[in-house]
């Protein structure tokens, strides 16, 4: 499978920051997703973007599709506790597979 | 509405034995997948099957057999378990688009 670089690993929040991780390869995608996994349960797909260059919300997440198509991003805003969990990218070609990235583990500032 | 289902949910095996992990979508999905989780790796997809009776090798197949039973079924079965299998295994499925719905996990460690 192609290979996605997703940055940072692990991040710390406090309650009310903003925060980003992004998601870059050496390859083209068509489409790239952004996926959360909580403790003992299976990802789920937080938002879909479909152009270069689109920028998509989904509450207070909001994701952008790079113009090379080769990157994306995730912001989330004014952080709340419940946004812990395991965020993944995850990049489709036209055969339909995804690729995924290895992950930034999210986790509250004591 | 289950979802994406997947049993057993924790299983200790030991090195040689085998098993069968089971999967089952009442989504109507054509399209299944197994993927292993591993820290750091990231989702790796072990096989998939795009239809009913067609099933594909994924990025690591080495080592794991799987069976699209019917529409709904997908299992994957290690026949001989060894500790490099040790991980989480995701079942998933989806009916086109890009949304993959993934089942719970199955917790596995070989010893």
């Known amino acids: 499978g192609q290979q996605l670089n997703q940055s940072p690993q692990s991040m710390f929040i406090q309650e009310g920051e903003d925060v980003s991780m992004n998601c870059t390869s050496s390859?083209?995608?068509?489409?790239w997703l952004w996926y959360k996994q909580d403790p003992g349960e299976g990802p789920v797909l937080l938002i879909a973007?479909?152009?270069?260059?689109e920028l998509t919300s989904n509450g207070r997440l909001t994701a952008q599709f790079g113009i090379t198509r080769k990157d994306s991003f995730l912001n989330i805003s004014a952080s709340i506790p419940s946004d812990v969990g395991i965020y993944f990218c995850?990049?489709?070609?036209?055969?339909?597979?995804?690729?995924f990235g290895a992950g930034t583990t999210v986790t509250v500032r004591a | 509405n289950a979802g994406v289902t997947q049993t057993p949910k924790f299983q200790v095996l030991k090195t040689g034995q085998s098993m069968t992990l089971q999967c089952a979508q009442d989504?109507?999905?054509?399209?299944m997948y197994w993927y292993r989780q591993d820290p750091g790796m990231g989702l790796r997809l072990i096989y998939y099957?795009?239809?009913?009776?067609?099933?594909d090798k994924g990025e690591v197949p080495n080592g794991y057999n799987v069976s699209r039973l019917n529409k709904r079924e997908f299992s994957l079965r290690l026949e001989s378990a060894a500790p490099s299998q040790t991980s989480v295994y995701f079942c998933?499925?989806?009916?086109?688009?890009?949304?993959?719905?993934f089942g719970n996990g199955t917790r596995l460690t070989v010893t």
């Open positions: 998933a499925s989806r009916e086109g688009g890009v949304t993959l719905h």
């Open positions: 390859s083209i995608f068509n489409t």
């Open positions: 973007l479909y152009k270069a260059g």
């Open positions: 995850a990049g489709q070609r036209g055969d339909y597979k995804l690729s």
């Open positions: 989504m109507n999905h054509n399209s």
């Open positions: 099957s795009a239809s009913e009776g067609t099933t």
